[in-house]
């Protein structure tokens, strides 16, 4: 029937995992909103075939930033788990990673096609809305600028706070530290 574009944030988890929110029940830019109906098909296919995550919805092959393989449903939010492409061969990944480690706010976006939708009102914008309700999704993409206005997540804090804590070289193997007392290298005590 139709195209649809969710766009909802990402959050950091290790440099080669990521988590995020690929979908929610809110209501988007376009008063859109997915049905429990829709995440729950999107959570199945997820598991079942796994979908790549893309870079602003730009399909070449070389465009690829991961798969996805891991989805939950929790509080009407699907949740995601993302393995990273090798950031040794895909320079892309390590400056997504860089922007998130400084906290820059980045979304992701699902694309695929709308099976059945239906009209209903919604009382928090006092108006009839658009509730997707069968879907099949074929990708997941990170985008700057989310649709869902519940879409924006921070890094979570101990990451921040890790992130900006002062590092010191170890006098023995001079790698880069943080303010632990022993290296995590050599184990030499700093």
């Given at each position: 029937m139709n195209d649809f574009n969710f766009i909802i944030p990402l959050k950091k988890g290790s440099d080669s995992q990521l988590s995020g929110?690929?979908?929610?029940?809110?209501?988007?830019?376009?008063?859109?909103?997915?049905?429990?109906?829709?995440?729950?098909?999107?959570v199945s296919d997820i598991k079942s075939i796994g979908v790549n995550l893309f870079g602003n919805?730009?399909?070449?092959?070389?465009?690829?930033l991961g798969v996805i393989k891991e989805a939950e449903l929790i509080d009407r939010q699907v949740h995601i788990g993302i393995t990273l492409d090798d950031a040794s061969t895909n320079p892309k990944i390590p400056m997504l990673l860089n922007k998130l480690k400084r906290g820059?706010?980045?979304?992701l976006s699902v694309c695929g096609n709308v099976?059945?939708?239906?009209?209903?009102?919604?009382?928090?914008v006092n108006k009839k809305v658009k509730v997707l309700d069968k879907v099949k999704i074929y990708e997941v993409s990170v985008v700057g600028i989310p649709s869902n206005a519940d879409s924006f997540l921070s890094i979570p804090q101990a990451i921040t706070k890790s992130y900006k804590s002062k590092s010191y070289k170890c006098p023995v193997c001079l790698s880069e530290n943080n303010?632990?007392?022993?290296?995590e290298i050599c184990l030499t005590k700093i």
């Amino acid at each position: 029937m139709n195209d649809f574009n969710f766009i909802i944030p990402l959050k950091k988890g290790s440099d080669s995992q990521l988590s995020g929110i690929a979908s929610t029940t809110s209501i988007d830019r376009d008063e859109e909103k997915m049905s429990d109906t829709a995440l729950s098909m999107m959570v199945s296919d997820i598991k079942s075939i796994g979908v790549n995550l893309f870079g602003n919805h730009e399909h070449n092959w070389e465009n690829t930033l991961g798969v996805i393989k891991e989805a939950e449903l929790i509080d009407r939010q699907v949740h995601i788990g993302i393995t990273l492409d090798d950031a040794s061969t895909n320079p892309k990944i390590p400056m997504l990673l860089n922007k998130l480690k400084r906290g820059i706010k980045l979304g992701l976006s699902v694309c695929g096609n709308v099976e059945s939708y239906k009209w209903e009102y919604d009382k928090s914008v006092n108006k009839k809305v658009k509730v997707l309700d069968k879907v099949k999704i074929y990708e997941v993409s990170v985008v700057g600028i989310p649709s869902n206005a519940d879409s924006f997540l921070s890094i979570p804090q101990a990451i921040t706070k890790s992130y900006k804590s002062k590092s010191y070289k170890c006098p023995v193997c001079l790698s880069e530290n943080n303010k632990s007392g022993v290296c995590e290298i050599c184990l030499t005590k700093i």
